[in-house]
């Protein structure tokens, strides 16, 4: 009788429902119910039960709609929309699973332990879906089985998780290596230029050929959405919107007010509030004021002479009566300028940079008198990461003063729910940049720029540059920008060099060498424009409400010394790590780390005896235990 080989039986997917499908989605307005019938994949408006479209925010809602929206109207399940403003890339692997067995074919196993995220079965069970954070080029979006997508599209999601992956991971590497292996290099196709007819005098068009000209523009898209009532991807509030249109309308009418009129009210823009009454006058001739005013405001002139003007002599620009920079907090940060606020998580940077700009809102000195603020200024605080009442916890410990101003991302995403305070998108820096004038804002924090900032591929000089020209329009507008950013174990910054080339100063703040339960940290001035001194060296940590200054290397002298004591006396007597991390009240990590030294420094030796390891201490290690600490 012939022998059956034993087939390993793959693991079916864990069906656990929401608690599956991770919170950072669940927590975006960016749901859809689908499908009336089985195997309808139309995506349906969870608020209204008509058909959604992935490119109109307006038709999606949120995961709980989305769910409530099954139920009453009896649908087939959810899916989640992929849009320019998030960091999501979808990944579709079509007809890759055995729907009885669950195995996988080899081609499907080898993508999804590449790219190793949030992997879940489609609703057929016969294809996976997974997700990852990450950058995809436009175009080459499917081939054969396998589709990628990174906007204007939505899975269905069933939160029926394969092999437990349930944490979606960056992995813009791994989805370089897959569209090169499954989709080919990109080549770029050089296309003819379309000659485009002369427009004809705005006079003599109809409306219809005025709306064709503004689909027909170099802002076809922001025109064709705003045209349609979509203003979600674009502006903060419809009022804005509202000015937007009209102002493109105004160019393409040739400024005739009444034409403009006229168009706007066929656009999806207008509600009856266009003619709701607002003194003498309406909602709607007050903001044709403004369009109209706006229109007609003379540019400067593009002669090359003014250009040529640009360059004078040195001599010249020694007469010129300019503002110099002052401090608004001494020694280092100045007027005007880009700082960068970099370290490795836990270290306290968030602390610190509250600190800094609550001293120079209030005008007092900072850590505890080491720095003074000349003057008090307006500083507007933008956290990308914190709940608010984490925020006001830190801000009652550092005595933060009220007119310190705040903008939370998720405050400002609660009060509008189909938006991302993205910093990456040209309209939230353009709303931003406003903001900040208008407040007269001198300080503008930015923590931290990865919570802050989506869409982009963290390593890429090219797509950085967009946002470093918006800091250097906040510059110009007389504003310091502190960038609060994230540093690998080695001190050394995450992502693209380029941050750096714009920046006045980068401090980097490092982690004392024994570990600290609250904020503690020396300064390492890595570049500054400007002399300064008094920066490096201290050590500063926030004890019982206070900063605490101790001189450079005071600090570590006792405590790390005593601590290694500590750890190589219980490592010789058979102590197990965990346990020692318990009884120092640190963390096992740490441990292992300074037993690492020990033995490097040749203090500590390591057997194993039937493969169990055993410490001891060298000769040397014993004289070194033996010596009192200084």
Known sequence: MSMQPIRKRLPLPVRAGANSIPEELRALPQWVARGREPGDKVPVDPRTGRNASVTDPSTWGTYEEATAAVQKHKLQGVGFVFTGNDPYVGVDLDKCRDPQTGKVAEWAQEIVQSLASFTEVSPSGTGLHIIVKGCWPPGANRKGPVEVYSQ??????????????????????????????????????????????????????????????????????????LWAGVWQRHFPSPSEAVLSLLNMLAQYAGR?????????????????????????????????????????????????????????????????????????MSPWLLEASLNLISAEAGTGKTFFALEVAGACADGRPAMEGKWECPQRCQVLYV????????????????????????????????????????????????????????????LLVLDNIYSLIHGLDSNSDREWQ?????????????????????????????????????????????????????????????????????????????????????????????????????????????????????????????????????????????????????????????????????
Request: hydrophobic share 35%; charged share 30%; net charge positive.
């Open 152 to 225: 204007d599209r939505y899975f269905t999601v069933t939160g029926d998780v394969v092999d437990l992956r349930r944490t979606i991971a960056e992995r813009t590497p791994e989805l370089e290596n897959l569209r090169l292996k499954h989709f080919g290099p990109t080549q770029k196709v050089r296309q003819p230029l379309p000659v485009r007819p002369k427009p004809e005098a705005p006079g003599s068009m109809t409306d219809a050929q005025i709306i064709a000209l503004g689909q027909d523009s170099a802002n076809n898209a922001k025109f064709a959405a």
């Open 256 to 328: 005739d007010r009444e034409r403009v009129d006229r168009l706007f009210r066929q656009s999806g823009l207008y509600t009856p509030k266009w003619d709701e009454k607002r003194g003498d006058t309406t909602w709607g001739e007050k903001q044709l004021d403004l369009a109209m005013r706006d229109a007609t405001t003379p540019q400067p002139p593009s002669a090359s002479l003014d250009r040529e003007a640009a360059i004078i002599a040195f001599r010249d620009l020694e007469k010129m009566d300019l503002i110099e920079q002052r401090h608004l």
């Open 383 to 442: 956290d990308g990461e914190m709940l608010p009442s984490e925020i006001r916890t830190r801000g009652r410990l550092l005595k933060l003063p009220g007119c310190f101003k705040l903008l939370s991302k998720m405050l400002y995403e609660k009060g509008n729910p189909s938006q991302q305070l993205n910093l990456a998108s040209p309209d939230v820096q353009d709303w931003l940049l406003k903001q900040a004038v208008a407040l007269k804002v001198k």
């Open 466 to 630: 967009p946002v470093n020209s918006w800091l250097l329009r906040l510059k110009a507008e007389g504003i310091a920008v502190i960038i609060v950013h994230h540093t690998n174990k080695r001190g050394e910054q995450l992502g693209t060099s380029s941050r750096v080339f714009n920046l006045d100063t980068h401090l980097v703040l490092k982690k004392p060498k024994t570990r600290r339960p609250h904020a503690a940290f020396s300064i390492e001035v890595q570049k500054s424009r400007h002399q300064m001194q008094g920066v490096d060296g201290p050590t500063y940590e926030f004890v019982d409400g206070l900063w605490v200054v101790t001189a450079a290397g005071e600090a570590d002298a006792g405590g790390t010394d005593q601590t290694r004591r500590a750890i190589a006396q219980k490592l010789a007597e058979g102590v197990p790590q965990k346990q020692i991390a318990v009884d120092l009240g640190c963390t096992p990590s740490y441990v292992s780390q300074l037993k690492r030294s020990l033995l490097t420094d040749g203090l500590l030796a390591e057997d194993r005896v039937n493969n169990i390891r055993k410490f001891s201490l060298t000769a040397k290690g014993a004289e070194w235990m033996q010596r009192s600490d200084e």
